[in-house]
C-alpha cells in the first residue's frame, strides 16, 4: 500500500523531461583567419522553436547552430528572445549564403527575418558578432 502511494506522488510530481541541447565547437574560415565559437545545437523541431528565447546574455563566442534534416525554406523570428542577434544562414556544404541582423521581440506580432533561399544550416550568434570578426557572405563553416 505505502508502495503505491510513493509510486503515485512521484507520478505526479516528476518533472517534465527536458531536451538537453548538445555543445560543439565549430570554426568559421575567412580567407586565411579562422575563427572559432562554440555553440549549442538545435537539431529537432522542439529546440530549433525555443531557440534562444528569454536569454538574457550569450557569451562573445557562443551561439546556436540549427540544423535541419534537408534544404528549408522561410525565416526567423525573434519572439520572447530578450538580446539582439546575427544570423547566418549556410548551405549544406557549410557556405554562408546570407547574414542578417535581428531585434528583440516582446510584442504579439514579431517581424520575420527570411533569406529568400532555402538554407540547410543557421547560426545565431550576438549582433555585429560577424561583422567584428570579419566573417562575410561567401566564407565557410566547418562543423568537424
Do not use: H
Request: hydrophobic share 35%; charged share 30%.
Amino acid at each position: 500500500m505505502l508502495k503505491n502511494r510513493i509510486k503515485l506522488l512521484g507520478f505526479f510530481f516528476r518533472q517534465e523531461k527536458k531536451e538537453s541541447l548538445q555543445t560543439k565547437m565549430i570554426k568559421v574560415s575567412s580567407g586565411e583567419r579562422t575563427t572559432k565559437l562554440t555553440v549549442q545545437v538545435a537539431d529537432t523541431q522542439g529546440k530549433r522553436e525555443k531557440g534562444l528565447m528569454f536569454v538574457g546574455k550569450l557569451p562573445e563566442n557562443e551561439g546556436m547552430l540549427f540544423v535541419f534534416s534537408g534544404k528549408t525554406y522561410g525565416g526567423f523570428w525573434m519572439k520572447n528572445t530578450l538580446i539582439p542577434l546575427s544570423i547566418a544562414f549556410l548551405d549544406s556544404d557549410g557556405k554562408i549564403l546570407k547574414i542578417l541582423d535581428m531585434v528583440p521581440c516582446k510584442e504579439d506580432e514579431c517581424p520575420t527575418y527570411d533569406p529568400e533561399l532555402s538554407y540547410q544550416y543557421a547560426i545565431e550568434v550576438n549582433l555585429g558578432w560577424f561583422e567584428k570578426n570579419q566573417i562575410k557572405e561567401g566564407d565557410f563553416v566547418k562543423f568537424d
